[in-house]
Structures are given as structure tokens and as C-alpha cells.
Nanobody, 115 residues
Framework: QVQLVESGGGLAQPGGSLRLSCAAS????????MAWYRQAPGKQRELVAH???????NYTDSVRGRFTISRDNAKNTVYLQMNNLKPEDTAVYLC?????????WGQGTQVPVSS
């Protein structure tokens, strides 16, 4: 099993940047596919970015070119670099780990984007 703790959220201005981190405890982090999801008030949770065990990445259309997901297996951490933030990026961002039929979630970190 793996436990996930997100950090790095907070108030950001439109056009600004933030880097979210998700630290994983437990074994075999390198074998987990990792992802960032977000959930805005009154909306369904959506997949933002995904990274495989061999660093293949994928993004939802609304963030492609602005967000970058990466992982550091030596630190058991996955990151989400968010640039050129927009008010519509406002959400709780959650880290997800998946290995075969097992999945784990972090508690989430809030990212309000407002001037």
C-alpha cells in the first residue's frame, strides 16, 4: 500500500505559477502509475495529468502546454508544475497512485486562482 500527501497549493494570481508535490510513503513507488486530478466546486472530478512508470505523460486539453507532470522515483514524489494559471484552474488538486487493481488517493490541496 502507499500513502500520499500533497503540498504546494495556495492562492495564485492569474498568469502565475505553482508547483504541487505529492510525497508517497510505502514501497514500490516506481511501479505505480501516478496522476493528478482536480475537483472544482460543484463539478465532477477530472483527470488533469498522468505519468506512467516509464515517464510517458498525458494531459487534459485545457492544461496541455501550461502544466507539466513529472516524477522523481528516488524521492518517491510526483510533481505538477502549473504555469499561466487561469481562474478556471481553481480546484482541489488530488494525487492518485495506481498499480494493477489497487488505487490510492491523497487528501488534496486547494488551489484558488484569483486576483
Amino acid at each position: 500500500q502507499v500513502q500520499l500527501v500533497e503540498s504546494g497549493g495556495g492562492l495564485a494570481q492569474p498568469g502565475g505559477s505553482l508547483r504541487l508535490s505529492c510525497a508517497a510513503s510505502g514501497r514500490l513507488f516506481s511501479q505505480y502509475a501516478m496522476a493528478w486530478y482536480r475537483q472544482a466546486p460543484g463539478k465532477q472530478r477530472e483527470l488533469v495529468a498522468h505519468i506512467t512508470t516509464v515517464d510517458e505523460t498525458n494531459y487534459t486539453d485545457s492544461v496541455r502546454g501550461r502544466f507539466t507532470i513529472s516524477r522523481d522515483n528516488a524521492k518517491n514524489t510526483v510533481y505538477l508544475q502549473m504555469n499561466n494559471l487561469k481562474p478556471e484552474d481553481t480546484a482541489v488538486y488530488l494525487c492518485n497512485a495506481r498499480l494493477q487493481f489497487y488505487t490510492a488517493w491523497g487528501q488534496g490541496t486547494q488551489v484558488p486562482v484569483s486576483s
